[in-house]
């Protein structure tokens, strides 16, 4: 079965298609501006319509509607996936499954699979940042939520007087944690927090489970924090669709739009 899987966060969509083999080319773009007419464009065109379509969205009800009436104007069924209590090898440890970001889980799913028998710290960098634990049994142990890099940047840039009109040109002198400008010190101070924010969770996640956790990193920020993190790590971009593709193939409690 040919299937379309989308992930679509706050800023950014990233889609591909899935042939019950292989994942084809991955693409991405910023949503922000579309309407029906630009998913059904982008995302269908002029190539063989996909038999079904599988969404993580985290975008709100208004780009799922629009989503949703793309796929409905193209003839293509369109699934969104739920968060249950348990699916794909993977048991969420929410109290309440449902308030658990659909994009985290469908990573863990995608980061349990690609990772079989480790213990995982799932991170996603987009404009917030998340860390899950997931132990090498599939068990989700809970998260932790901070702003991103770029959330903290804005939140600085657009709540400060002095640090805003400091901010504005002049050389980056970005090397290291210590800026030789303020721009540098607020971007790499971003960084290195987000970074070691990670650090941190690796060291309680190896004393809860009495095992080194690998940090699989995704997301559009991902590659600036990389380089920052010390403990082990690996960069999967794609890790929602890869988690995507896992649950394309299993009965999973999803809503029909």
């Known amino acids: 079965m040919r299937v379309l899987l989308v992930d679509i966060g706050n800023t950014r969509i990233?889609?591909?298609?899935?042939?019950?083999?292989?994942?084809g080319a991955r693409r991405a773009a910023v949503h922000s501006a579309w309407r029906s007419p630009d998913y059904a464009r982008r995302l269908f065109g002029p190539a063989r319509l996909p038999e079904g379509m599988l969404v993580a969205s985290v975008a709100g009800s208004r780009v799922d509607r629009r989503l949703a009436a793309a796929a409905r104007?193209?003839?293509v069924p369109a699934r969104f996936v739920t968060v249950p209590r348990?699916?794909?090898?993977?048991?969420?440890?929410?109290?309440?499954?449902?308030?658990?970001?659909?994009?985290?889980?469908v990573a863990a799913?995608?980061?349990?699979?690609?990772?079989?028998?480790?213990?995982?710290?799932?991170?996603?960098?987009?404009?917030?940042?998340t860390i899950d634990l997931i132990t090498a049994a599939g068990r989700h142990r809970?998260?932790?939520?901070?702003?991103?890099?770029?959330?903290?940047?804005?939140t600085l840039l657009n709540n400060t007087h002095g640090i805003r009109r400091r901010a504005r040109g002049g050389a980056s002198g970005a090397t290291g944690l210590f800026g030789r400008s303020t721009r540098?010190?607020?971007?790499?101070?971003?960084?290195?927090?987000?970074?070691?924010?990670?650090?941190?969770?690796?060291?309680?996640?190896?004393?809860?489970?009495?095992?080194?956790?690998?940090?699989?990193?995704?997301?559009?920020?991902?590659?600036?924090?990389?380089p920052l993190v010390r403990s082990?790590?690996?960069?999967?971009?794609?890790?929602v669709l890869r988690g995507l593709v896992v649950l394309s193939q299993l009965p999973q409690p999803l809503r029909r739009r």
């Open 86 to 105: 348990r699916a794909a090898g993977v048991t969420v440890g929410y109290l309440e499954p449902w308030r658990l970001g659909v994009d985290r889980f």
């Open 184 to 226: 540098a010190a607020i971007v790499q101070g971003s960084r290195y927090a987000a970074a070691a924010t990670i650090d941190r969770a690796v060291e309680e996640a190896s004393t809860l489970l009495a095992r080194r956790p690998l940090v699989v990193l995704t997301g559009g920020e991902a590659p600036a924090v990389r």
């Open 73 to 75: 104007r193209a003839g």
């Open 232 to 239: 082990p790590c690996v960069g999967v971009p794609d890790l």
């Open 142 to 154: 809970g998260g932790v939520i901070i702003p991103a890099p770029g959330l903290m940047v804005d």
């Open 14 to 23: 990233k889609w591909a298609r899935f042939d019950g083999d292989r994942l």
């Open 109 to 129: 799913v995608g980061a349990h699979h690609l990772f079989k028998g480790v213990a995982t710290c799932v991170v996603g960098v987009g404009t917030a940042m």
